[in-house]
């Protein structure tokens, strides 16, 4: 079973960057799609970004795209998500998962193993 522990999570000012952590315990992130999703007050829960177990291919939703980057450390264990140029519409409850689709999924019911969660909070 797959533990995952989110941070890094805050409040910034818009144009501001935060750069997300995920570290996982109990399994080996090379071996898991791994993504980020976001929800924010009164919407559902939205894909962000992930990250293939092989090879390494990221995918974006559009909204973010050329803003976050996700990556990971193997050595560490541990998923990042840099968010950069970040708007007030990027407040959200972050999410880090785990799944073990060989393909990107943007399904969050596709996904096994769920942190619970970071506070991103954007000022304007």
């Known amino acids: 079973q797959v533990q995952l522990v989110e941070s890094g999570g805050g409040l910034v000012q818009a144009g501001g960057s935060l750069r997300l952590a995920c570290a996982a315990s109990?399994?080996?992130?090379?071996?898991?799609?791994m993504g980020w999703f976001r929800q924010a007050p009164g919407k559902e829960r939205e894909f962000v970004a992930a990250?293939?177990?092989?090879?390494?291919?990221?995918s974006y939703a559009d909204s973010v795209k050329g803003r976050f980057t996700i990556s990971r450390e193997n050595a560490k264990n541990t998923v990042y998500l840099q968010l950069n140029s970040l708007k007030p519409e990027d407040t959200a409850v972050y999410y880090c998962?785990?799944?073990?689709?060989?393909?990107?999924?943007?399904?969050?019911?596709?996904?096994?193993?769920w942190g619970r969660g970071t506070q991103v909070t954007v000022s304007s």
């Open positions: 109990g399994g080996t992130i090379s071996t898991y799609l």
């Open positions: 998962a785990a799944g073990t689709n060989l393909w990107v999924s943007e399904n969050w019911r596709e996904y096994n193993y």
């Open positions: 990250i293939r177990r092989s090879g390494g291919s990221t």
